[in-house]
């Protein structure tokens, strides 16, 4: 008999979820929160492990799990190296199938079988991108035909479209969006556009690929109205990619009806690094879709084809329950943790502009947990190497962890515009429930004395 066909762990032979094991190696239940919401100080101690001399605002780039997780992803590690043979027979499929259902029931899909674990969002991209690519190759799609991406989509899948599809013979249209941004409208308009050129030439667009929250600068996308607006253009295939969505914005991935969407867990879900989930609807194409590393179960269906890609700690993917037990102890569960960071974000993004005598990046409703603020233009951010430098002399210097962005000015705002006055950096500011308003003074007040005592990113070496 095939021991990887062996389903009896499945219906319930193996419970519980690594909270802890008893002598004989067995998984008790796992243990409750209390029903009393979470205290400061108690949030305190979930975070101790964070440096207290950082001012810690940049939430968006590699989140932060809290101590009670990492406590069970410990013991999942150690349940492991106990018996490892055990572990890869009896517990590690059931043990995912339950993170799987737990997602399922998140984002309102219709199956668990849609739901795959995966690394990172950049694995999810792979994998999808890894699919048009065959589909190149293989002839179903013409050379030249398009795929469309939006101008701020994430470096990486920047990097994997050129990698997958422009190797095999697409061609790639990109969407500029505008920013600073005033409403949704500016994004659909230009979107249409970039799809009418997509389809000029008799070519036709293959793929979409939209982000839900763009990275750089950070705007929250409408992505229901532009998979609608694809739906209506003949589009293919709709991508979303949103791997700053679970947690910071509510996910229906049914009413967003896009084919294809991918979201880290360990941002703004809690879960150590790394784990994300990629949505694929259930239809014949989604059936050919393949993890990009192959192991033994290699044409079985994504989901098992990235339940085992080789020996390797799976334990991020395991603690999805836990994390929805730390986030029962805030009122609200996570709907409530949502809100508040989004409140909080935007009060604190509008307490720096005032300060800076700046403004924001997009109105309050294009934002989630992070927004973008304007830094004062006296500052002289005027390229992305100038951005980069000055984040890296925030963080060693004054022990402030904020991601910088460098937008050029308009055409014609260059003589139109002092350069002193002009917003050509922006920091983007996060809000997490370990933040306190300190964090945020501290940058206020930073800044503050940097305009006074004249400072100029000239004054930065460039190594």
Known sequence: MDPHRDHHAENGSHDGDGSGDDSNGRLPKRR?????????AEIRDEFSHHDPAVARINNGSFGSCPASVLAAQLRWQRLFLRQPDDFYFNRLRPSLLRSRATIKDLINADDVDEVSLVDNATTAASIVLQHVSWAFTEGHFNKGDAVVMLHYAYGAIKKSIQAYVTRAGGHVI??????????????????????ERGKSNGRKVRLAVIDHITSMPSVLIPVKELTKICREEGVDKVFVDAAHAIGSVDVDVKDIGA????????????CPPSVAFLYSKKCLASSDLHHPVVSHEYGNGLPMESGWIGTRDYSAQLVVPSVMDFMSRFEGGIEGIRKRNHDKVVEMGKLLAKSWGTCLGSPPDMCTSMIMVGLPGCLGISTEKDALKFRSFLRDQFHVEVPVYHQSPKDGENDALDWRSSVTGYVRISHQVYNVEDDYIKLRDVINKLVHDGFNCTMLSYS
Request: net charge neutral; proline share 14%.
């Open 32 to 40: 409750r929160p209390s029903p009393s919401p979470i205290s400061v």
């Open 174 to 195: 990109v969407a500029p969006l505008p920013f600073p941004v005033t409403s949704n409208e500016e994004i659909v308009q230009e979107f249409r556009k970039a799809l």
């Open 259 to 270: 084919d294809f969407y991918t979201s880290n867990l360990h941002k703004w879900f809690f």
